[in-house]
């Protein structure tokens, strides 16, 4: 179609400009395109704008897409020197180690509450507590009559005689 | 084939990881998805991108890009070089984020992702940025209309925009890629440009 015999480019000429579909630079049907868009500026300016407009939107499409992939392989690639040394890493390993401890030690202490009081219920015999038990048995047993039982100081002793006892009576 | 845009970012530990555990057990012939470790550096910017631009969501973008690689290694057996890798991998994608995005699962995450991209995000991307506030901001409004518009259309037709004004393939490359014919291709591009023209033309209908 001549665009002579229109006002403006067709939609389709429009498209073929921006496509880089335009016709061979040696036809008439170019040099027809080329002559109205010397003359109308309004063609020229918006076939300019949709130029400029879809390359702002691929280079900033590229752009922006070359970050996020970058952004995605920093991500995926973990630093070992700055994981470790995070200091949240260091309290967590701090906890780990408290909580890991913490049963051990209860245990420990429950086990040997039990074995103090048995020692002093039972102390280990000792060669002096030893004598010393001996020396008081030795002593208890030397004793002519142990002292509960004893006689009582009575003023009737002369008659207090018991007939189970005496065997001179029962004769 | 080399990528177009953008340098190749290192090769991610995936990749590396599956090559070497799988390589040891095959017995396929030499393909050069055997060196997946250099296929990925290669392409994953350029395979990330169309998906992180198609879904505007990063989660979902990372993903599918490993998704897409790790496809390629499995069926590597089956890449007859008819085409290029880049063309390959691309047709692997297309086909992950067309089955991707029918689920009832990613339009639930779509509305609900935290990882969801936004226009403002990318704006700050916009180059040039020792130009003069004016430029900067009547180039932020550029790229908004072009993101909304974009969202507008339908999955065929952003497909087919980003591949030809962001991925800048030419029409016989879209047409290898979506497995349609050229013509197809070129109405699918004319329906978008449209919808960008019109959202492009009405701030000018606003103010006048």
């Keep these: 179609m001549n665009p002579h015999l229109t006002d403006h480019l067709t939609h389709e000429q429009l498209c073929d400009m921006l496509l880089a579909r335009s016709p061979h630079p040696l036809s008439s049907d170019f040099a027809a395109l080329q002559q109205h868009l010397s003359d109308c500026p309004s063609c020229t300016m918006e076939l300019a704008n949709l130029r400029t407009s879809l390359s702002v939107f691929r280079k900033a499409s590229n752009s922006y897409s070359q970050q996020q992939l970058t952004q995605l392989h920093i991500n995926s690639t973990p630093t070992p020197s700055r994981t470790i040394m995070h200091p949240i890493y260091w309290a967590a390993a701090a906890a780990l180690c408290i909580a890991a401890a913490l049963p051990v030690a209860l245990h420990r202490q429950s086990q040997s509450a039990p074995v103090s009081s048995a020692s002093t219920i039972n102390p280990a015999p000792s060669p002096q507590s030893d004598e010393a038990l001996l020396e008081e048995i030795n002593q208890e047993i030397s004793a002519p009559i142990p002292s509960p039982m004893q006689p009582l100081a009575d003023p009737t002793a002369s008659s207090a005689t018991t007939p189970s006892t005496s065997p001179s009576q029962r004769n | ?208």
């Design chain 2, 1 to 208: 084939m080399e990528p177009r845009n953008g340098d190749p970012v290192a090769a991610t530990m995936p990749a590396q990881a599956i090559s070497d555990v799988l390589t040891a057990t095959d017995q396929s012939p030499a393909t050069p998805f055997d060196d997946l470790a250099s296929v990925v550096a290669l392409y994953e910017q350029r395979i990330f991108r169309f998906l992180l631009i198609s879904t505007r969501d990063n989660d979902i973008a990372q993903t599918l890009t490993q998704e897409t690689f790790l496809r390629a290694w499995l069926s590597r057996a089956s890449f007859r070089e008819d085409c290029s890798i880049a063309t390959w991998l691309m047709r692997i994608a297309l086909n992950l984020l067309r089955d991707h995005t029918r689920t009832q699962r990613f339009r639930f995450w779509k509305r609900a992702s935290a990882a969801a991209v936004d226009v403002s995000d990318v704006s700050e991307h916009i180059p040039n940025r020792d130009s003069s506030l004016e430029d900067r901001l009547v180039a932020k409004e550029q790229l908004a209309i072009v993101w909304d518009a974009v969202a507008q259309l339908s999955q065929r037709q952003r497909t087919i925009f980003l591949l030809r004004f962001v991925e800048e393939l030419d029409l016989a490359e879209i047409a290898t890629t979506t497995g349609l014919p050229i013509s197809t291709v070129k109405s699918h591009l004319y329906r978008a440009l449209a919808v960008i023209r019109a959202r492009h033309n009405s701030p000018l209908k606003d103010t006048l």
